[in-house]
């Protein structure tokens, strides 16, 4: 016989969503019901166990004076009790549902408070928790309100009974692991606590309960629709359409519709007998025609964004400056949607969303992803026990958040496999609100959901999807297909995510992505800078894989972004300028000197737009002046000519026009650059240096023109009076987690493959050192100890007394299956270089397939500002299409153009480095000039770069000039 003992915390690994709860219903910030935040510093009590202690904590009287105090909202392992834990989907506990394990950190809370003394003595009171992880028991003055689970989900209890004019005590219980953590399992940092807003809410009698909006748009007569359900009678008034009807009285009148472009909101009322509801109304219409999601009769192009909430020292608790923050930089950034991976947000995120303008798909707070390691047997989502939380989960997102206009798409949740109760959450749902559509990735068969989605595809299947050609479910064939993942922003990178724009482009049925991800969820570290798996002492964990962000931890755009501005901007300026373009030759003679601009936005027109052209000479603008543009249509191009160019004699000239915001915006000040584009009129002259010196040997040098080398190696020693240490063939660059590629991915992991050859530890073999009538020419064999493969390397040196030119000839030698990182030469400057300047791709870095956004013009930094901090230190900074570039008092000319970077460590160095504090800055400048570089694709979770961005190992010959800068 056996037998389990019953104990007070068998809630903690029951798979309900909990008791005592009240049913979840619209969420709104404001009424004229008074309401009293219970936010602010609280006692706290942490324990190993979830039964340490007993609940005499929450009796009235308790002395907790003892006690610590951290602050509400937030997470307590961010706060000095207990450490962070980060993986990707494996669960940091034995996987035996609903079962978790003894060892479960638990925080007692305790907050007492007095009410205002204006508080009303009629009606009722609610308790609100928006957001606690993963499971709490609450208690006021020492009655049990219940417990509850879901940990992103607005939970309140009725408390207006128990309530004091002074000393109220409220205990709350929080444990780290509950029978919810297997629905919780998203790719995050678990962290413990009460994160979000708790509020008391006053209830006067008659106040309004539950309400739904109902505010449809009628493209074709421009009228919008309005009904307010409401459980309690009353009225809704909107002032600025003379409306004012009754509760559940529709109502139709022309109206403004509400897009993420043009965010038109109505200010309205619900007026019930005891309570004024502010509304905030935007008139829209989702549906799914002609197999396109289409809103308002137009089918949208999702240029989109995963966001996770997180912020580098609270975690999830985010405050309202951030989540403003962080939509202000996605429209600054041409970003037009997110979906809220993989749980609802702080509500106050997307009333942020419904003012600025963006589409939200709002997932659900679920995630079971780390049953994959079992091939999904004992998935909760495909066992009926669990349903009933399932339904919850599914029901206080959609009753929370149904009343916001940019909410178009709901989403079950994320990587949860298939099963029962998914379904039963998508007929929920669709019962409940036709008005939206419904999103499920892992629903391969599109059985419950309205569109086709996938994660991290690759170029070539995804044009195949847009081109009908993908197979599948008849009805997965005949839906939209959107990419509610790919891009994956880990460290360097994501490249290729241009060439997945021209496929949304070209093809109606592939309607946009979501670029993985949002921000980097770094930890502000003393040690590190910012901290990541691993770094607490976790005995699972998935490393940097948490920081895959387009921001870095701090909130600073990587370079990531602001590539993804330029890929997804909704203007397109193309220009010919010159019949050097081939593109230009059909359109006749008048093409030359104009430039076309396309309107690529689905609803707004281009009168908020203002143009401007430069026309610049070697990188400097000589003239520029405003273009006249007409306020083009959504879809409109018009070709729009350019003024006569100046007559600037020689050097290389371009048209470079902006499009800017012509008035201060809501997201964006006057003057903000929304799109650019930049077209050459005349080429670069090429590089010449006469050959007129000869080399000349003498006390172990050998000298030519103004540089001198050691006799005996041939290694270049001085430019004048410049030093010059090392300079020789590099092929190698620190991986980038792109270049390492993901676990899962066994085939083609380059940055793998690149060490395992032993591309970082290449030998150079001197074969000859030769002077002849005009030249210096040293021969090199480089290559990796215990391998066949190398490359003969050929520097031939030349001068015109003034100038000194290197040719380099590369001839791979054995057989080479790998391209290489990178190809070019690499030297030491003193480290008293500290400022660049050069004339090339600029501001900031850029790669083969990562070089959209790169302009080409003059530009200056230091060399500690050319580096990009990424989380995980690796191959960062390079400048594209340098023409030339000026440092430590020497000038660098390239034939053709070249890639340049330069930093105070080498390159070796830099791949040893796991956090950026390993990188101590030494007493050389290190410099590299290539002639090319491989590209970065975004294969830390997707594909690797296309193949005519690989580096591949070949025949090369090219040529940099060096002068000393007088």
């Known amino acids: 016989m056996s037998f389990r003992t019953t104990t007070a915390v068998d809630y903690v690994e029951d798979v309900s969503p909990g008791t005592g709860a009240l049913p979840p219903r619209a969420w709104y910030a404001t009424s004229d019901a008074m309401a009293l935040s219970l936010n602010g510093d609280w006692r706290f009590r942490l324990s190993a166990t979830a039964d340490a202690e007993d609940d005499s904590f929450a009796d009235p009287g308790f002395d907790a004076g003892d006690w610590a105090e951290i602050a509400v909202p937030g997470h307590w392992v961010l706060q000095g009790h207990g450490s962070p834990i980060y993986t990707n989907h494996l669960y940091p506990f034995p996987v035996d549902p609903p079962r978790v394990p003894t060892e479960n950190p638990t925080g007692d809370h305790l907050r007492v408070f007095d009410l205002p003394a204006d508080w009303p003595s009629d009606g009722g009171a609610v308790l609100r928790f928006d957001g606690v992880e993963s499971c709490a028991r609450v208690w006021l003055n020492g009655t049990d309100l219940g417990e509850f689970k879901g940990s992103r989900l607005p939970h309140e209890f009725a408390v207006g009974h128990l309530l004091k004019p002074g000393g109220n005590v409220l205990a709350v219980r929080v444990h780290q692991w509950s029978a919810a953590s297997y629905l919780e399992d998203q790719d995050q940092w678990w962290l413990p606590g009460i994160f979000r807003d708790v509020t008391l809410l006053h209830r006067p009698a008659g106040c309004v309960l539950d309400f739904f909006v109902h505010a449809s748009y009628d493209h074709t007569s421009g009228e919008g629709t309005l009904k307010v359900e409401s459980d309690v009678d009353g009225r809704v008034t909107v002032p600025a359409l003379d409306i004012d009807v009754a509760t559940g009285e529709s109502v139709t009148v022309p109206v403004e519709p509400w897009t993420a472009e043009t965010p038109r909101l109505y200010d309205g009322v619900l007026a019930s007998e005891g309570e004024r509801v502010p509304l905030r109304i935007g008139f829209r219409t989702v549906v799914l025609e002609d197999g396109l999601i289409k809103v308002n009769g137009t089918p949208v192009l999702f240029k989109g964004v995963n966001r996770h909430e997180w912020h580098p020292e609270k975690g999830r608790a985010l405050d309202p400056e951030t989540m403003r ?241 330029k890929v997804i901007e909704p203007i397109r300026i193309e220009g010919w300028g010159s019949p050097l373009l081939e593109r230009g030759r059909d359109l006749g003679e008048g093409a030359y000197g104009t430039v076309r601009v396309c309107n690529a936005y689905d609803f707004a027109d281009l009168s908020a737009i203002a143009f401007e052209w430069a026309y610049q000479v070697d990188g400097e603008t000589v003239e520029s002046g405003m273009l006249p543009v007409p306020a083009l249509a959504p879809g409109e191009s018009a070709d729009v000519k350019l003024p006569e160019p100046p007559d600037t004699g020689s050097g290389e000239t371009q048209w470079t026009v902006r499009a800017l915001l012509a008035t201060d915006t809501a997201w964006g000040p006057k003057g903000h650059q929304v799109a650019w584009g930049q077209f050459p009129v005349s080429a670069p002259p090429p590089v010449h240096v006469a050959q007129r010196e000869a080399p000349r040997l003498g006390d172990g040098r050998i000298t030519l023109g103004p540089a001198s080398f050691d006799s005996r190696t041939g290694a270049l020693m001085s430019v004048g009076a410049v030093d010059v240490a090392g300079l020789r063939l590099d092929v190698w660059r620190a991986p980038t987690d792109n270049d390492d590629g993901a676990p899962w991915q066994p085939d083609l992991r380059y940055g793998l493959l690149w060490r395992k050859l032993g591309l970082h530890r290449m030998r150079h073999r001197l074969d000859a050192v030769e002077l002849t009538g005009d030249a210096l020419t040293v021969r090199t064999r480089v290559a990796p100890a215990a391998r066949q493969v190398g490359l003969a390397t050929v520097y031939r040196w030349t001068s015109d007394g003034e100038r000194l030119r290197v040719t380099v000839s590369v001839s791979p030698e054995g057989d080479w299956t790998v391209p290489l990182p990178r190809l070019g030469v690499r030297f030491g400057l003193s480290g008293a270089a500290a400022r660049v300047r050069w004339f090339g791709g600029g501001p900031g870095e850029a790669y083969p397939d990562t070089r959209s956004a790169s302009e080409l013009g003059r530009w200056e930094s230091t060399v500690d500002e050319l580096g990009t901090p990424y989380v995980r230190p690796q191959e960062n900074g390079a400048r594209a299409d340098v023409r030339w570039a000026e440092l430590g008092g020497l000038r660098i000319e390239g034939e053709p153009e070249f890639w340049f970077s330069a930093r105070r460590w080498t390159n070796e160095q830099l791949d040893d480095a796991r956090h950026l504090t390993d990188l101590v800055p030494g007493e050389t400048v290190w410099v590299n000039l290539d002639h090319g570089q491989h590209g970065i694709g975004s294969q830390s979770c997707g594909p690797g770069p296309l193949p005519q961005y690989f580096l591949r190992a070949e025949p090369t010959e090219f040529s940099f000039v060096f002068s000393e800068i007088s």
């Open 325 to 565: 923050a962080d939509v202000l930089l996605m429209k600054r950034h041409n970003i037009n949607a997110v979906r809220t991976s993989h749980y609802p947000p702080h509500p106050a995120f997307l009333e942020l969303c419904d003012a600025y303008g963006l589409w939200v798909i709002d997932e659900c707070d679920l995630e079971t992803h780390g049953f994959v390691e079992q091939a999904w047997r004992d998935n909760p989502v495909d066992d009926d026990r669990w349903t009933p939380a399932l339904l919850d989960r599914a029901a206080r997102m959609v009753e929370r958040d149904k009343n916001h206009p940019s909410v178009v798409i709901w989403s079950l949740g994320n990587e949860a496999g298939t099963g029962r109760g998914l379904t039963a959450m998508a007929e929920w749902i669709h019962g409940r609100d036709a008005s939206r559509l419904v999103h499920y990735e892992g629903d391969i068969n599109c059985r419950d959901t309205d569109m086709y989605s996938r994660m991290y595809a690759f170029h070539e299947e995804v044009e195949r999807i847009g081109r009908g050609l993908d197979g599948g479910t008849l009805k997965s064939r005949e839906l939209p297909f959107i990419l509610c993942e790919y891009g994956h922003a880990m460290g360097n990178g994501p490249g290729g995510i241009a060439d997945y724009q021209r496929l949304f482009e070209r093809y109606d049925r592939l309607q946009g992505g979501f670029i993985w991800e949002w921000i980097d969820h770094g930890i502000k570290d003393e040690r590190y800078g910012f901290a990541y798996g691993g770094d607490f002492g976790e005995e699972l964990h998935d490393g940097n894989f948490v920081c895959d962000g387009l921001l870095f931890p701090d909130r600073k755009p990587s370079p990531g972004l602001i590539e993804y501005k």
